[in-house]
């Protein structure tokens, strides 16, 4: 996509703005989300184990949260924080249930980009 002459030399946020766009970093998180979604629904052909566990596995008097809140390991160093696995866990435990136990991809997406509105992440 090119940029507009209205909208060149202007500020990041204002251009984002101009072409209805979210920034990177929200792309990112969305993208995960979904990714954390086809996982623990079972729409990828992936074991869930291998990249999390659910908090009601490691502790069953856990109650607070979704019932597929993902328990946070011990991030050790630095770079291990920036893995997809450990990276996306505290965003994937603070959205709603409804979002969560969506019965499809589509239903989440739907469902998330709602959420993200609602606390004024996308525009």
């Known amino acids: 996509m090119f940029l507009s002459c ?45 990249f999390f566990r659910l908090s009601s596995e490691v502790s069953p008097h856990e109650t607070r949260g979704h019932n597929l809140k993902i ?7 630095l770079t291990r924080r920036q893995f997809f ?19 499809s991809i589509i239903s989440f997406k739907i469902r998330l980009d709602a959420h993200f509105k609602r606390r004024g992440t996308f525009n």
């Open 6 to 50: 209205t909208t060149s030399g202007k500020p990041y946020e204002e251009r984002l703005r101009k072409l209805n766009l979210t920034t990177l970093e929200t792309r990112r998180i969305r993208g995960d989300l979904i990714e954390v979604f086809k996982i623990m629904h079972g729409f990828e052909n992936i074991d869930r184990n291998q």
């Open 85 to 103: 696995d450990i990276r996306i866990i505290e965003d994937w435990n603070q959205l709603p249930p409804e979002v969560v136990e969506s019965n």
């Open 71 to 77: 328990w946070t390991p011990q991030k050790k160093t």
